[in-house]
């Protein structure tokens, strides 16, 4: 028997991995797996899964190609990392539509059994790439993961379709061998998703091995790589994407606030994982609606905030569209409502797996009449959980309409989530009205929010209504002078939140040459690279908005300590519009709307071209 020898272990300290495959490979549950092991080990990291917009795209298709990027490091990682190291292509389709994106000497590791004629015709191959030049440059590992899947599964019970799409975990446990990633999370995770099919879980489990054994006895691998664990606080940490913290923050809300969550809401991508999320916390007094429409959606939610329950209703841009006509109302009843809006590429239908910072100038004005709201962004995966609770108290204290704007890069994104205790998170008062004496449905308090009576409570008994209401006793008036009253209460109610937010935080020096100012999931990006041209001596700050309207009231005296304001977005300027409108001042814009987040070299060469000469290097 051959003695296989040990093989050389390099330390590494960041990697960007990129698995990318048909549709039908499993490529997204591959990623999650490789992400939530490399969490469970203490890396930092970020990911970034790239679906393909058509449900069923023919097999083999450049347009049937599904990504997965993670970025894992021993340093804080805040985006999936600009160029992959590694990509690990599953058909001759993945090798075309991601090689242009590998960085230069990048490796591939490429299952050869796909490269037949058949595949590399349907990804527009006149030769196959891997012998004709293609991938010169690069280093390649030529593996027939198919055929060592097939060997792998000899002798089970499964069928060969089944066994064919096995093969995801055999690349996986390959790539757990070069990386010293551990099998255990993922053998767990197969016995408890296929706990009624032991045959699936025997044969997962066996390919998860043979790949992970074939790293270890082949010769085509010569090193392995190990990645640190990262220095985070101390903490019990989970893997968590954007859609599944913004679940968690809105039934913490629930509790906190000591109401019964109500989420009425239509599927639509990239929203539909909140709807799922939630509806599996029926033991938290959590109720879901599936409605039949978007109308019906965020109707059923005024309906239970009217009820007295924390309501909560979920959408992507053309579905906030339709919703638009029911915001008003919410309005005009001033009834708290959280409304959730998952961006995605526009317009119309759009790039539906797409990210896009779309939708900002729709949140803000996209009403009929003078119908202000409360906007709010979340700027990572992990912010989307304290964003939930904060739009939940902001909507309860001030009986209003809160938009929290996420997109689909952090909606699907995950990242490493130091988990809190129950204690560091506020409690959130809610009072109803109780006193029949001295009741009014739209008398107010300090925060100019009228009172919040709850049908069915004797002596407070009220219309509501889409129709304008007097000041005061809610009747229904078409009074010119109490029209122009209520429009300019309710303006001031939502300025008001301005005293309840913080102030706008500087990252860097507080005064320079520019700051670059941004919001939403651009966030991570940004930073990397501000910290990139501050290491090079630029004097660059940054700036993130996760309060749109009202702004934190010192965004004025910020922006006015910097020669040049950098706004960069995923759109053709929406928040410079706001911006210039607001304060009279030029901005610079960046924008690139490609369905993808920011490179950081895009980012840092712009900052380059602007203040460039003014390095000290």
């Given at each position: 028997m051959t003695e296989v020898k040990e093989k050389p272990v390099k330390t590494v300290s960041d990697v960007t991995v990129r698995f990318a495959g048909d549709s039908g490979d499993g490529m997204q549950l591959t990623g999650s797996q490789f992400s939530d092991t490399t969490a469970w080990v203490g890396n930092d990291l970020n990911t970034l899964p790239d679906y393909p917009a058509e449900i069923r795209a023919p097999a083999g298709t450049l347009y049937g190609v599904s990504g997965f990027q993670l970025h894992f490091s021993s340093n804080d990682v805040h985006t999936p990392g600009d160029v992959p190291d590694v990509l690990v292509a599953m058909n001759p389709a993945a090798l075309k539509k991601n090689l242009p994106e590998l960085k230069p000497n990048g490796t591939i590791i490429v299952n050869t059994d796909s490269f037949d004629k058949k595949?590399?015709?349907?990804?527009?191959?006149?030769?196959?790439?891997?012998?004709?030049?293609?991938?010169?440059?690069?280093?390649?590992?030529?593996?027939?993961?198919?055929?060592?899947?097939?060997?792998?599964?000899?002798?089970?019970?499964?069928?060969?379709?089944?066994?064919?799409?096995?093969?995801?975990?055999?690349?996986?446990?390959?790539?757990?061998?070069?990386?010293?990633?551990?099998?255990?999370?993922?053998?767990?995770?197969?016995?408890?998703?296929?706990?009624?099919?032991?045959?699936?879980?025997?044969?997962?489990?066996?390919?998860?091995?043979?790949?992970?054994?074939?790293?270890?006895?082949?010769?085509?691998?010569?090193?392995?790589?190990?990645?640190?664990?990262?220095?985070?606080?101390?903490?019990?940490?989970?893997?968590?994407?954007?859609?599944?913290?913004?679940?968690?923050?809105?039934?913490?809300?629930?509790?906190?606030?000591?109401?019964?969550?109500?989420?009425?809401?239509?599927?639509?991508?990239?929203?539909?994982?909140?709807?799922?999320?939630?509806?599996?916390?029926?033991?938290?007094?959590?109720?879901?609606?599936?409605?039949?429409?978007?109308?019906?959606?965020?109707?059923?939610?005024?309906?239970?905030?009217?009820?007295?329950?924390?309501?909560?209703?979920?959408?992507?841009?053309?579905?906030?569209?339709?919703?638009?006509?029911?915001?008003?109302?919410?309005?005009?009843?001033?009834?708290?409502?959280?409304?959730?809006?998952?961006?995605r590429g526009g317009p119309s239908t759009g790039l539906p797996t797409k990210t896009e910072q779309s939708d900002l100038l729709q949140a803000m004005y996209g009403r009929n009449g003078e119908a202000p709201v409360v906007v709010l962004a979340a700027r990572t995966p992990r912010d989307c959980f304290y964003m939930a609770i904060e739009a939940s108290r902001i909507a309860l204290k001030y009986m209003t309409p809160v938009i929290l704007l996420t997109d689909g890069y952090i909606a699907n994104g995950s990242e490493p989530w130091r988990i809190p205790h129950a204690d560091q998170i506020p409690e959130i008062p809610v009072k109803f009205r109780t006193e029949k004496e001295g009741f009014f449905p739209y008398s107010r308090d300090e925060n100019l929010a009228r009172p919040w009576a709850i049908p069915g409570t004797p002596g407070l008994e009220h219309r509501i209504g889409g129709l304008e209401k007097e000041d005061i006793t809610g009747n229904v008036s078409y009074d010119p002078e109490n029209h122009d009253k209520m429009i300019h209460i309710r303006a001031q109610k939502i300025k008001n939140v301005e005293n309840d937010i913080p102030l706008l935080d500087v990252e860097g020096d507080d005064e320079g040459d520019l700051l670059v100012l941004g919001w939403g999931g651009t966030y991570g990006t940004l930073k990397d690279a501000v910290v990139r041209a501050r290491d090079n001596g630029y004097k660059v700050s940054q700036a993130h908005l996760r309060y749109i309207n009202p702004l934190p009231k010192n965004t004025e005296e910020v922006l006015g300590k910097f020669k040049k304001i950098l706004i960069p977005e995923i759109n053709m300027g929406q928040l410079a519009v706001i911006i210039r409108n607001r304060f009279l001042i030029d901005v610079k814009q960046f924008n690139k709307v490609r369905g993808l987040p920011f490179k950081i070299s895009d980012v840092y060469g712009k900052i380059t071209e602007i203040i460039g000469g003014n390095n000290v290097n």
């Open positions: 595949n590399l015709k349907l990804a527009h191959y006149d030769s196959n790439p891997l012998e004709d030049g293609s991938v010169d440059g690069f280093h390649v590992y030529k593996v027939p993961i198919t055929t060592l899947t097939t060997n792998a599964l000899e002798g089970t019970s499964l069928s060969p379709k089944e066994v064919n799409r096995s093969k995801n975990f055999f690349a996986l446990g390959m790539m757990y061998w070069l990386y010293n990633r551990p099998l255990d999370k993922t053998e767990e995770w197969v016995k408890l998703k296929f706990k009624n099919k032991p045959q699936l879980i025997d044969a997962n489990i066996k390919a998860l091995k043979a790949g992970y054994n074939f790293g270890e006895i082949t010769e085509i691998f010569t090193t392995r790589y190990n990645v640190e664990p990262a220095k985070l606080p101390k903490g019990t940490y989970r893997n968590i994407s954007g859609n599944e913290a913004l679940s968690l923050g809105f039934l913490t809300a629930s509790v906190k606030s000591g109401l019964k969550l109500f989420l009425g809401s239509y599927p639509i991508t990239p929203a539909s994982d909140i709807l799922q999320f939630i509806s599996i916390y029926k033991n938290f007094g959590a109720k879901t609606f599936q409605a039949e429409d978007e109308i019906a959606g965020i109707s059923s939610s005024i309906g239970a905030s009217f009820a007295g329950q924390l309501a909560l209703t979920t959408t992507s841009g053309p579905g906030l569209a339709l919703k638009s006509e029911a915001i008003g109302l919410a309005v005009m009843t001033e009834l708290p409502l959280v409304i959730v809006n998952v961006q």
